[in-house]
Structure formats: structure tokens, C-alpha cells
Nanobody, 129 residues
Framework: EVQLVESGGGLVQAGGSLRLSCAVSGSTLANYAIGWFRQSPGKDREGVSCIATADGSIDYTSDVKGRFTISTDNAKSTVYLQMNSLKPEDTAVYYC??????????????????????WGQGTQVTVSS
């Protein structure tokens, strides 16, 4: 079974940057779509970005387009989320997840996101104003 471990969260001022890492073990990245999701108190979990290395698919939610970049290091079996120009509203617990059905991009999902199969424990990102 695939396992995912997030790291890289922390406290940053508005306008700053963070890079989150998702270390994937138990399988290769090519066998899954990998997504980043986030959840803040009182809000539903939302998708942030996804990538499927098998066909090169990438997607971003509109709130982060132009600010966040998803990438992979296949040799390290790690997926990154580079977050620039951070805003207080980006504050949330960020999770990475793996989907064996390769549900990325999220074009067909309107105001919702697919429920991926395997999840990490999450990493807190706090953006101060």
C-alpha cells in the first residue's frame, strides 16, 4: 500500500513562500495521480493541485493559479508544491493524496473534488497578515 508523508509547512508572512514536499513510498509516482488538498477550520476540504506523471496532466484550483507550482522528482519519489505570494486565506492543513484512478485534472468536478484513495497526515501552513 502506498504511503505519503508531507513536510515543509510552517509560519510565513503574507507575500512569502513555502515549499511543501510529499514523500511517496510503497509504489512509484507513475502508478497514481498525486494531489494536494487543504482544509481550514470550519471549511470543507478543497483541492489545490494535482499531477499525473503517467500522462503529464496537471491542474490547479483557480485560487492558486499563477502562485503555486506542482512538480515531481521521480528519483526521490517526491511531489512538491511551491507556494509563492502566500495570502492569509491560504492558511490551512495541507494534505497530499494518491489516486489509483488517475483522477487528474479535475475539469469534470464542479465545486467538488474526487476523494483520493490514500492520504498523508497533513502539514500546517499558517500565513500571517
Amino acid at each position: 500500500e502506498v504511503q505519503l508523508v508531507e513536510s515543509g509547512g510552517g509560519l510565513v508572512q503574507a507575500g512569502g513562500s513555502l515549499r511543501l514536499s510529499c514523500a511517496v513510498s510503497g509504489s512509484t509516482l507513475a502508478n497514481y495521480a498525486i494531489g494536494w488538498f487543504r482544509q481550514s477550520p470550519g471549511k470543507d476540504r478543497e483541492g489545490v493541485s494535482c499531477i499525473a506523471t503517467a500522462d503529464g496532466s496537471i491542474d490547479y484550483t483557480s485560487d492558486v493559479k499563477g502562485r503555486f507550482t506542482i512538480s515531481t522528482d521521480n528519483a526521490k519519489s517526491t511531489v512538491y508544491l511551491q507556494m509563492n505570494s502566500l495570502k492569509p486565506e491560504d492558511t490551512a492543513v495541507y494534505y497530499c493524496a494518491a489516486d489509483k484512478w488517475f483522477r487528474c485534472p479535475w475539469t469534470e468536478y464542479i465545486n467538488t473534488y474526487p476523494d483520493y484513495d490514500f492520504w498523508g497526515q497533513g502539514t500546517q501552513v499558517t500565513v500571517s497578515s
